[in-house]
């Protein structure tokens, strides 16, 4: 996916249409980043799905977030700890490597946003 198809096929711009000239897919593409780690510093601090479009790209990936184990479940228990932090690293491992049959990385083509009236 690259930034002329996103401006033609999502923003509506004409297929003589410049990227060079009319920024509006990165600066849309930078408000979206912006808000997803927003969403996920606020209110999707728990989501099990992170959505993210990593930089130099406009397609949607879609990982799952790695359990966090939590010290005080381990506290008082110093010879599981080191049996958790192997499964903490064995998970963290399998997810980096996991690609979901479901959610493949595949462009999304309709990315919808909106802004808000500054006050």
Same mark, same amino acid.
């Given at each position: 996916m690259n930034e002329y198809l996103v401006g033609v096929e999502v923003f509506g711009r004409p297929p003589n249409y410049d990227p060079r000239i009319d920024p509006i897919v990165r600066v849309q593409a930078r408000k979206l980043r912006q808000r997803l780690a927003a969403y996920?510093? $606020?209110d999707g601090g728990q989501d099990s799905i992170l959505i993210e479009v990593p930089s130099g790209g406009y397609a949607a990936r879609f990982r799952r977030r790695a359990?966090?184990?939590?010290?005080?479940a381990l506290a008082g228990a110093p010879e599981a700890s080191g049996v958790a932090d192997a499964r903490e690293r064995e998970t963290r491992r399998a997810l980096r490597s996991y $690609?979901? *049959?479901?959610? *493949?990385e595949t462009p999304v $083509?309709?990315?919808?946003?909106t802004a808000s009236p500054k006050s």
């Amino acid at each position: 996916m690259n930034e002329y198809l996103v401006g033609v096929e999502v923003f509506g711009r004409p297929p003589n249409y410049d990227p060079r000239i009319d920024p509006i897919v990165r600066v849309q593409a930078r408000k979206l980043r912006q808000r997803l780690a927003a969403y996920y510093e $606020r209110d999707g601090g728990q989501d099990s799905i992170l959505i993210e479009v990593p930089s130099g790209g406009y397609a949607a990936r879609f990982r799952r977030r790695a359990a966090a184990f939590s010290e005080s479940a381990l506290a008082g228990a110093p010879e599981a700890s080191g049996v958790a932090d192997a499964r903490e690293r064995e998970t963290r491992r399998a997810l980096r490597s996991y $690609r979901s *049959p479901i959610w *493949p990385e595949t462009p999304v $083509r309709t990315i919808s946003v909106t802004a808000s009236p500054k006050s």
